[in-house]
């Protein structure tokens, strides 16, 4: 297994708006692409459109977040990535080839990511190793120095029983990692956290983010959260799920949690919610102060 590598560019560079592009090819530096994708449940007169058009460029090394409201379509659209669904429509790339379908080339953290109570925790971080063939003694080897630099040091041996949330939730993000993919996708890996434990938890998957130079792709419905982690954020509108805006975060990084008092961290903030609130956005004025 590889050390932790440290390849992430410090500040990407802001990407202008693109709504709803057509079916061209992968960006250049696009790690992850989603071409035109539609998906429908079921048919006829009880068919639900949950997604619709998405196209979406993830360059590489990037964090993206994709917030939208409840049942827009974001978990489905996590699946058809992952491979677990297949689209009605579209394409999804991963480093330009078509992967639709096929489940196992990204890693991802479901909404609800359970840990086995029957196992301890480093037995439980290191089960994508263990499914990948490694062997026990090894993948164990492998994960304890990584849980001791990720505040998981002394929880090792517990059961997930034993932990608190934000453990818990350390514990299930660490497995996800170690799966060893170039992609991860995390459905709402906070969203049962209380605030200041999700606090820490931001930060914390920064110095992973940066530590481990991953593409990880985020969705959440919390706009501070979007905000504080993102380089750019997909504003899906209400079901069916399409995307209505990209808005690059020109935030520096690193980021310390005094960056949500900043000027840019409201304004990008106002954004954001006035994309997801508004009925129309083209027709809302730009927030004081925009560009
Ligand atoms: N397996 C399914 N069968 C039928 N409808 C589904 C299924 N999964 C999700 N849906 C519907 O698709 C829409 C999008 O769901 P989902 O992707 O879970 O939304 P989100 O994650 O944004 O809350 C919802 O209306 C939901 O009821
Ligand atoms: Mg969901």
Known sequence: MPEPRRLHDPTPEPRADHVGAGASAAAPDAKLSLRDVSHVFGSGAGAITAVEGIAIDIPVRSLVSVIGRSGCGKTTLFNIVAGLLRPTRGRVLLDGEDIGGRAGLVSYMLQKDLLLPWRTVVDNVVLGLELGGMRMAEARAHARP??????????????????SGGMRQRAALLRTLLCDRDVILLDEPFGALDAQTRFSMQEWLLALWQDFGRTIVLVTHDVDEAVFLSDEIVVLSPRPGR????????????????IVTSAEFARTKERCLDLLFDAD??????????R
């Not at 090792?156 to 034993?162: I, K």
């Not at 956005?281 to 925009?290: L, N």
């Open 146 to 163: 990584l849980m001791r630099r990720y505040g998981l040091g002394g929880f090792e041996d517990q059961y997930p029983a034993a932990l």
């Open 243 to 258: 995307v209505r805006a990209r808005l690059p975060v020109a935030l520096p990084r690193p980021r310390a949690r005094s």
């Open 281 to 290: 956005p083209a027709a809302s004025p730009e927030p004081p102060g925009a």
